[in-house]
C-alpha cells in the first residue's frame, strides 16, 4: 500500500482514484500520521463482510433442512464475474449456515466472492425475516443479530426481549417483557 501526503494525495488525486479502480488502496497520512485509507468501493466494507464466512456451519440447530437439498450442484464460478449483482434466497444461506463437513457447501463459492467484494448479494426483507427466525425460534439472539451492532432498534415486543444487544424502542414500557427492562 502506497503511503502519501495530504497535500500530495490533493494533487494526485486523479492519480489515485484510478490505483483505486485498479484495486490499489492508497494510506494518506498528515503531518506523518495516518489520517485515512483510499481504497477501491468493492473493499470498503470487506472485515464487516468476511465475519460472515466465520458463521459457516453456526446454524446447524436452528433450521429444519431438507436433506434433497444437499445434493444441488456449486455454483459455478464462471457466473461471478467482477460487479455482478446475485439475488440471494433465504434457503442457500441456511444451506450455508447449517452445512457441515461437505454438505451445502456448493454456496461457498458465491458467498466467498460477495465477502471479498468481488461480486455483490441482494437479499429481500423477505428473505432475512426467514433467515432470522431459524435462530430467534432456538433463543439464540446473537446468531440473529451478529454482525457488530451495538444496539438494536425494533418495535417488536418479542425482539425486545434480547439480552444479546441493549435495546432502543419506542414501545410504551408495558409493552415491553421484563427481560427488556434490565
Not at 27 to 32: A, V, Y
Not at 115 to 132: M, Q, V
Request: glycine share 10%.
Amino acid at each position: 500500500m502506497e503511503i502519501v501526503g495530504a497535500e500530495a494525495a490533493r494533487k494526485r488525486l486523479p492519480e489515485l482514484l484510478e490505483r483505486a479502480l485498479r484495486g490499489k488502496q492508497t494510506l494518506i497520512s498528515r503531518h506523518g500520521q495516518s489520517v485515512a485509507a483510499l481504497v477501491p468501493l468493492h473493499q470498503r466494507m470487506l472485515p464487516q463482510r468476511l465475519i460472515f464466512l466465520g458463521l459457516r456451519g453456526s446454524g446447524r440447530h436452528c433450521w429444519k433442512v431438507d436433506e434433497r437439498h444437499r445434493a444441488w450442484r456449486p455454483v459455478p464460478a464462471s457466473m461471478l464475474t467482477f460487479g455482478a449483482l446475485v439475488a440471494i434466497d433465504s434457503s442457500a444461506l441456511i444451506a450455508f449456515l447449517t452445512q457441515t463437513g461437505r454438505d451445502g457447501a456448493g454456496y461457498d463459492p458465491l458467498l466467498q466472492a460477495i465477502a471479498l467484494g468481488h461480486c455483490g448479494g441482494l437479499i429481500s426483507t423477505l428473505s432475512i425475516g426467514h433467515l432470522l427466525m431459524g435462530p430467534l425460534r432456538q433463543g439464540n439472539e446473537a446468531l440473529a443479530l451478529h454482525g457488530g451492532a451495538i444496539a438494536m432498534a425494533t418495535h417488536n415486543p418479542q425482539l425486545a426481549q434480547t439480552a444479546a444487544l441493549p435495546v432502543l424502542t419506542a414501545l410504551p414500557l408495558a409493552a415491553l417483557p421484563l427481560a427488556a427492562l434490565r
